[in-house]
């Protein structure tokens, strides 16, 4: 069974930093695509970034890049999204996905709806106060 589990929300000051988490489990690792993804209060559910578990090579939604940046380690099944510059526009649950297909298909539509992509994770809280 695949498990998503993302960590490293938190409360943060407009202008500051945070790194997220999401651990993977259950999955083959060669065939894969995990995105993050975030739905702020009243907004739709939208793309960030993904990464592809075959190469490493991570993909951005055009509207979000410049200021955060997808890896992974896998040695420890993790992808990791560190947000920099942080605005309280960014205030929202954030998301791990997980899914057989490729990053621009994965990041292809907007909004995403859940079944869109085949495993979620259960989210992480980020608020930014002014």
């Known amino acids: 069974e695949v498990q998503l589990a993302e960590s490293g929300g938190g409360l943060v000051q407009a202008g500051g930093s945070l790194r997220l988490s999401c651990v993977a489990s259950?999955?083959?690792?060669?065939?894969?695509?995990i995105g993050w993804f975030r739905q702020g209060p009243g907004n739709e559910r939208e793309g960030i970034a993904c990464i592809s578990g075959s190469d490493g090579t991570g993909f951005y939604a055009d509207s979000m890049k410049g200021r955060f940046t997808v890896s992974s380690d896998n040695a420890k099944n993790t992808v990791y999204l560190q947000m920099h510059s942080l605005v309280v526009e960014d205030t929202a649950v954030y998301y791990c996905?997980?899914?057989?297909?490729?990053?621009?298909?994965?990041?292809?539509?907007?909004?995403?709806?859940?079944?869109?992509?085949?495993?979620w994770g259960q989210g992480t809280q980020v608020t930014v106060s002014s």
């Open positions: 996905a997980l899914d057989p297909r490729v990053c621009p298909v994965v990041l292809g539509t907007t909004p995403i709806p859940w079944h869109y992509l085949e495993h």
């Open positions: 259950g999955f083959d690792k060669d065939d894969y695509t």
